[in-house]
């Protein structure tokens, strides 16, 4: 049997040397761009963590052991400082001087299990170590950050790991960052303390409107409890957005996502950014429903009389169950509400 003869090469049929040239200056392209975008991703967090305001958010002294899980403070500060007068009148902030609390939520994020974010009604009545009975959005006015943990760690027994706070003006442009958000609204909502004036039904919410819709209280038949309601649905929606595909693909509404939170935010000196990288997987886990509790701390009267004025009382003996079952990183089985 004779062997097979050699095909002669010049014979065979070879592309162009041009489309050859085309195609790998393409794969070039490509890569570039991947890499450009992989560039992109890394680089615009550790320029807007540079940005972020940093303070020393801890107290001093005995505090609760520590517990496994992380649980983050989150603070919505009503400090119209940075704010000009322009800015001031369109988001309806007033001019009040000094710094409160509208907002304030604890988020438990489990070794396993669902995070839970609960929120503190501002109007609480509490003890403020140093100050006696207030409520509880008084302790920030009072010592600011490092008082206001002392008091949550009190009352609650769980030990803050980290701190996170937003102001007027912040929670208005991120809003505006990720192109506004869409809320539902079961009834129309109209309230001039917050400025705000919308319609029943679902629509889009800018940053101004948001940040009323969030702020408004008087127009809402549960007051401060339907507040903390839409605050945290509001979170959600935020947190949603943000970490959608929407957000990476863009380039500009991630830049502009990225400094826009840098800049409005506040964490403890000690908060790194792999910190804040798990505050924002639990924000999404919170938002996607699934994977996230929320609730009020349990409530047995909403309007106590009291030497500061109307307050609300935490049910003592469901609160302290809630918080233990926190402290023991038991979220499975909270009752959403």
């Not at 429903?289 to 009389?305: C, E």
């Amino acid at each position: 049997m004779s062997e097979p003869r050699p095909i002669d090469s010049r014979f065979v049929s070879r592309p162009p040397v041009r489309s050859r040239r085309r195609r790998s200056w393409i794969g070039r392209i490509i890569g570039l761009i991947v890499l450009l975008f992989l560039l992109m991703l890394i680089c615009v967090p550790l320029y807007a963590w540079s940005r972020i305001n940093k303070v020393d958010a801890m107290p001093a002294g005995t505090r609760p052991a520590d517990t496994p899980g992380t649980t983050y403070l989150l603070v919505g500060s009503d400090s119209r400082q940075g704010l000009s007068a322009a800015e001031r009148k369109k988001l309806g902030t007033g001019s009040a001087a000094g710094q409160r609390t509208d907002t304030i939520m604890l988020m438990h994020v489990p070794k396993s299990g669902p995070t839970a974010l609960i929120s503190l009604p501002r109007d609480s009545y509490v003890p403020i170590p140093g100050h006696g009975k207030n409520k509880i959005n008084a302790a920030f006015s009072f010592g600011g950050p490092k008082l206001l943990i002392q008091t949550v760690e009190g009352v609650t027994g769980l030990r803050v790991d980290d701190y996170v706070e937003i102001g007027f003006g912040g929670f208005a442009s991120i809003i505006d960052s990720v192109g506004g958000v869409q809320m539902c609204l079961p009834k129309a909502m109209k309230d001039a303390k917050a400025h705000i004036n919308l319609p029943k039904g679902c629509q889009q919410l800018d940053g101004t409107t948001a940040l009323g819709y969030v702020r408004a209280r008087y127009s809402d038949p549960l007051g401060d409890l339907g507040r903390v309601q839409r605050q945290r649905q509001m979170i959600g929606a935020v947190a949603s957005k943000a970490v959608s595909p929407a957000t990476f693909l863009n380039p500009f509404r991630y830049y502009n996502l990225s400094t826009a939170g840098a800049d409005a935010l506040t964490v403890d000196k000690d908060t790194g950014p792999i910190d804040m990288a798990h505050f924002a997987l639990g924000m999404k886990a919170v938002a996607g429903g699934s994977g996230g509790v929320t609730l009020t701390v349990p409530i047995s009267n909403s309007s106590l009389h009291t030497t500061a004025g109307l307050a609300v009382k935490w049910d003592t003996a469901k609160a302290l169950a809630l918080f233990n079952a926190l402290k023991e990183d038991r979220t499975t089985g909270l009752t959403t509400k």
